[in-house]
């Protein structure tokens, strides 16, 4: 019979994988404008050097899914760890340690950044809202507003995965079993842990 406290962390575990699930689901997604990204700036080169035709539409596209492509994949790197680290004794250290550094740093440095970001870009694109801001060529992509209203899902992404690692960081050092795995393990190169 399970205890009122096993099964909050439970919960509370199964809350952590949604949120990785989640986030996981929207990079995998967005990853796809990565071959979109390449086989659009092959054709604005061909038709440009070899037909003499120019697309500022597709042009700007780039732009718009090189922007999506950071800014929604963020959090992804984050979930499955293979964000830039500067590792100074992390690989080293021992599971609990890990969780303590990933715990501190994220309700230290990655939320208030967050906070920052929505806090500072909210009137930014709220601006942008009330203009419908457009492209300023004529044939260009008047949805400026919608790319940058991804500056607010970035924050909001990585906020939300934010909570995640608190969650796992947090049982891990309670001792959660399941949780501690997580910190045990080096990243593999799927962006799931690996033994």
């Given at each position: 019979m399970r205890t009122r406290r096993s099964s909050g962390v439970f919960l509370m575990l199964a809350v952590a994988s949604a949120i990785d699930r989640f986030n996981c689901a929207i990079g995998r997604a967005i990853s796809w404008a990565m071959p979109a990204m390449v086989v659009i700036q092959?054709?604005?080169?061909?038709?440009?050097y070899v037909f003499g035709i120019g697309s500022i539409w597709m042009q700007e596209s780039i732009v718009y899914l090189h922007a999506a492509t950071f800014l929604l994949a963020g959090a992804y790197t984050l979930a499955v760890d293979a964000h830039v680290r500067v590792d100074i004794f992390y690989r080293e250290a021992r599971p609990r340690v890990r969780a303590a550094v990933d715990t501190f740093g994220t309700l230290f440095f990655l939320l208030p950044m967050c906070a920052v970001i929505?806090?500072?870009?909210t009137p930014y694109v709220a601006r942008s809202w009330s203009i419908l801001e457009g492209s300023r060529e004529t044939s260009g992509i008047q949805g400026i507003y919608l790319l940058k209203t991804l500056i607010?899902?970035?924050?909001?992404?990585?906020?939300?995965?934010?909570?995640?690692?608190?969650?796992?960081?947090?049982?891990?050092?309670?001792?959660?079993?399941?949780?501690?795995?997580?910190?045990t393990r080096e990243a593999g190169a799927d962006g799931e842990r690996t033994a």
């Open positions: 092959v054709a604005v080169v061909l038709m440009r929505l806090w500072v870009s607010l899902v970035f924050a909001g992404l990585m906020a939300l995965q934010g909570v995640g690692i608190i969650i796992k960081g947090v049982s891990a050092l309670a001792g959660q079993p399941a949780a501690l795995r997580r910190f």
